[in-house]
């Protein structure tokens, strides 16, 4: 008799997660953290297809839950018995619900802040989320388009010839440099006053720079979250070779997707895991070490007389650990009092715009985004702020969509209109898709 193949596999995952899966100790920490559950638990958010969940089927979701299940999956088809006796079957339906349950979350990465154990549970769920998709059960929802726009070398299926149709004739840029701002997808085509931000803030603090401009592809970030990795190394091979023949030293980024994409992802598909070429920081990093080293002073011409307070972006944040460069930036700007959420730096609450959720559960983003704006409403902020053009969209839209005086402002943005920087977006293809 054949024997029988396992129902799963241990594809996309490394020794060292099959270990950690195997070290939860159920102490059930994560569910006093996890967004998702919380919403979920509170009956603010009912994931599609699991009307009337239980307080029992509620904890399906949480990562204690997703980690059980899987070293469940794992015991059927690989452990003792199934040595002796061959894989037992699990039903299809059984590892699409858990397919469900894998994507209903935002990796913000909270649960393996808060872990006794220490897993690494970001990189867990990415890893079975490439698995569900290498054997054809993720992504999840909207998510399956984004391989097809991502042939268009960004997200929006936009020009690449309009990648810079944002920047004024006035700014200037390198062609060769050694710093080197990458603009990201989003900020190129639906926030562009945060990527003119960015150049004026440059230029006025005269710090020489260039762009990829239509050579700037698409960071990856949206298919390594989701688990679609067909396209991942070419992207990010092109983005480093092109960056490598402006001759750039340093990559900066206002963008805390990209960053954190290229500092933590973009190794592990370079050339089969080399060493980058090139430094990357966040802009706040940057300007913060031009600071100490007395390379640029700030020239303020107008207090803005608000009340700020930070959200930590998931990726820049906790995923990466920038904390106090955009927190001195902040203190900087004459006129703002600054002011902490109660849930701040790597206990922040995520936006609930990653890992896929704005595109593949839309509500479930909107509900998050909605919690955190009343966290900066509980401190008296009349200005909810970030390093993240992904968290402003969710952010603000949580915001139209709710009765509340807060606003949201990118940092950069913030620092440009304090200066007197000139904002004014020109007119292009892309001006009525813009996230105000």
Not at 144 to 161: C, D, M, P, R, S
Not at 263 to 269: N, Y
Not at 351 to 363: E, L
Request: aromatic content about 8%; proline content about 4%; hydrophobic content about 35%.
């Amino acid at each position: 008799m054949a024997r029988r193949e396992p129902s799963i596999t241990t594809d996309r995952l490394t020794a060292t997660q099959l270990m950690e899966i195997d070290a939860c100790t159920r102490c059930n920490e994560c569910l006093n953290w996890c967004p998702v559950y919380e919403e979920i638990n509170q009956g603010t958010f009912t994931p599609e297809g699991h009307a009337n969940l239980t307080s029992k089927d509620t904890l399906d979701f949480t990562p204690k839950n997703k980690l059980n299940t899987w070293r469940t999956f794992m015991n059927k088809s690989y452990g003792l018995r199934a040595k002796l006796f061959g894989p037992r079957e699990i039903p299809e339906d059984a590892i699409m619900k858990f397919r469900d349950e894998l994507y209903q979350c935002t990796t913000c990465g909270i649960c393996s802040t808060v872990c006794e154990s220490g897993i690494g549970t970001v990189e867990i769920w990415e890893s079975l989320r490439a698995n569900m998709v290498m054997h054809e059960r993720g992504p999840y929802g909207k998510q399956v388009g984004f391989t097809e726009l991502l042939k268009t070398h960004n997200i929006f299926a936009a020009e690449q010839k309009d990648r810079l149709c944002w920047m004024p004739g006035d700014v200037e840029m390198e062609e060769k440099c050694d710093v080197a701002y990458f603009v990201g997808c989003t900020a190129a085509y639906r926030m562009q006053k945060v990527a003119l931000a960015t150049v004026r803030v440059l230029n006025a603090l005269n710090i020489p720079f260039t762009m990829l401009g239509e050579e700037e592809w698409c960071c990856v970030s949206v298919l390594i979250r989701t688990g679609q990795l067909g396209l991942v190394e070419e992207f990010v091979n092109h983005n480093i070779e092109a960056l490598k023949e402006k001759g750039v030293k340093t990559v900066v980024y206002a963008c805390a997707g990209c960053h954190r994409t290229s500092i933590l992802d973009w190794p592990k598909f370079y050339k089969g895991g080399k060493k980058l070429p090139f430094e990357i920081l966040a802009l706040s990093e940057y300007m913060e070490r031009l600071l100490d080293a007395g390379k640029i002073e700030f020239k303020w011409e107008k207090p803005l007389e608000k009340t700020v307070t930070m959200h930590d972006s998931c990726h820049t944040g906790r995923h990466v650990g920038v904390f106090d460069a955009p927190r001195r930036i902040y203190k900087m700007i004459p006129g703002i009092n600054f002011v902490e959420m109660e849930r701040n730096r790597e206990y922040q609450r995520c936006c609930g715009a990653g890992g896929g959720i704005k595109a593949g559960v839309p509500d479930l983003a909107l509900k998050c985004a909605q919690k955190r704006v009343r966290d900066a409403e509980a401190v008296g902020a009349d200005i909810i702020s970030s390093t993240c053009p992904f968290c402003r969209r969710n952010i603000k839209d949580g915001i139209n969509a709710m009765e509340t005086n807060v606003v949201f402002e990118d940092q950069i943005v913030l620092v440009a209109e304090a200066m007197g920087l000139d904002l004014t977006v020109p007119k292009n293809p892309y001006s009525d898709k813009q996230v105000e």
